[in-house]
């Protein structure tokens, strides 16, 4: 049973089952030396502006190069020409780009000034959530991306190679943010569900399908972070209600949830013996998420929070997208400042008190990165909801309730 099930994991683990997949989808590798590729040249037939070739120089593994002598000058690495669809290369780019950070730190306040804040707030938390156990998970497991070759390694990120694949974090939130928007929306408004659950599985499958044609992952990873992410809802929706009684109604709340915040960083497995920005960049999610959580602290229940469904889903006049846009525009220009000035203070107060444990680089000291990010998109998330709502009541634009007031 034991050597069937490693059979299994190495077979859904096996880059050669990424690599077909992308030659499903299209993608052509053309190997080519530099004389050759630079003699080369594109063809002009009726069908080209459906094919766009990225060229990609990597050195590989050939016997020859493998036998260079001590002092001899290395042969010049291969050029790897690959052939792609235009179309579908184009739509899996940026289908991956719903799964990364920037993202989500544009979704989330977008929700929030112009949607639903009960239904952002809560995504926010499950989101926190769901990405530290992902990036914990990948630090224990500690497996590899797919090897390239024979996976082409069409995403072009220098920390890729040092990141470890298991589980997909880009499956673990496209499947927890859109599945838990459809099942609260599910309650809270009157809307076509089925047009609603197309949109989320659409959104999912084409997330979850970019990083295996992109070569980054393997259908393990994208499995694995489907299984957490519904473990994580199962377990997280259960308890939205008392958590935000406890938000609303508890005034150790605040040191309550920094309190949490610390102890999940201190738990978090590190290697130490080899930097890694994923902790970092696991603060500053979790630093975002209670930015987020403090502002409802501080803020109180909201009229969104107050409102009781479902309400009727009305497609918005252009006045009302227009000033959604103004609101957007407003929020962003002070999210901006707040991120500069905030990183430059803690870059200019964290090394001077904190203690160097011998670590030279200051973004590399863990008493430095870890703070600046908890306090950098801490407060980033912080004025998203409170001092966006107050600048919004200023110029007279809040947004309107489901009351129709504002």
């Known amino acids: 049973m034991a050597n069937q099930q490693n059979k299994y994991i190495a077979y859904l683990r096996s880059p050669h089952l990424v690599r077909r997949f992308q030659e499903a989808c ?39 190069s493998a036998g260079n002598s001590p002092g001899s000058s290395p042969e010049p690495p291969d050029v790897i020409e690959c052939e792609c669809i235009s179309l579908v290369d184009v739509y899996f780019r940026i289908a991956t780009e719903l799964g990364y950070e920037p993202f989500y730190l544009t979704f989330f306040p977008v929700l929030f000034w112009n949607v639903d ?6 995504a926010v938390l499950l989101w926190c959530l769901s990405m530290y156990v992902g990036q914990a998970s990948k630090a224990l497991v500690r497996w590899k991306r797919p090897a390239a070759p024979p996976v082409i390694r069409l995403e072009q990120n220098s920390n890729l190679e040092t ?3 298991f589980p997909s974090t880009h499956a673990i939130v496209s499947t927890t943010v859109p599945f838990y928007c459809l099942y609260t929306c599910f309650d809270r408004y009157e809307f076509p569900f089925a047009v609603g659950l197309l949109i989320v599985v659409i959104w999912w499958l084409s997330v979850c399908i970019s990083r295996l044609y992109l070569g980054v992952h393997t259908i393990l990873d994208i499995l694995g972070g489907i299984a957490i992410s519904l473990l994580v809802l199962a377990i997280a929706i259960p308890c939205t209600n008392l958590m935000d009684h406890f938000i609303f109604n508890n005034s150790m709340a605040g040191p309550a949830g920094l309190l949490v915040i610390i102890v999940l960083l201190y738990i978090y497995p590190v290697d130490p013996h080899n930097w890694s920005m994923d902790r970092g960049d696991t ?24 409102a009781h469904g479902p309400f009727k889903f009305a497609v918005p006049s252009l006045a009302v997208v227009g000033l959604g846009v103004v609101r957007f525009i407003i929020g962003i220009l002070l999210l901006l400042p707040t991120r500069f000035v905030m990183k430059l203070l803690c870059f200019r107060l964290l090394p001077a008190i904190m203690p160097t444990h011998g670590v030279e680089e200051v973004v590399k000291r863990p008493l430095v990165e870890l703070p600046y990010k908890i306090i950098t998109y801490g407060a980033i998330g912080f004025n998203a909801l409170y001092l966006s709502h107050i600048v919004f009541q200023i110029c007279g634009i809040n947004r309107c309730d489901f009351t129709g007031q504002q």
């Open 26 to 64: 299209g993608v052509k590798e053309i190997k080519k030396t530099p004389s050759e590729a630079k003699g080369s040249a594109s063809s002009d037939g009726p069908v080209d502006w459906l094919i766009s070739k990225t060229k990609i120089r990597r050195q590989l593994k050939s016997s020859h």
């Open 117 to 122: 804040s009960f239904l952002a707030r809560r």
């Open 163 to 165: 990141e470890f694949g």
């Open 283 to 306: 603060a500053a999610i979790l630093g975002c998420a209670y930015g987020v959580y403090l502002a409802s602290v501080v803020q109180g229940p909201s009229s969104d929070d107050l």
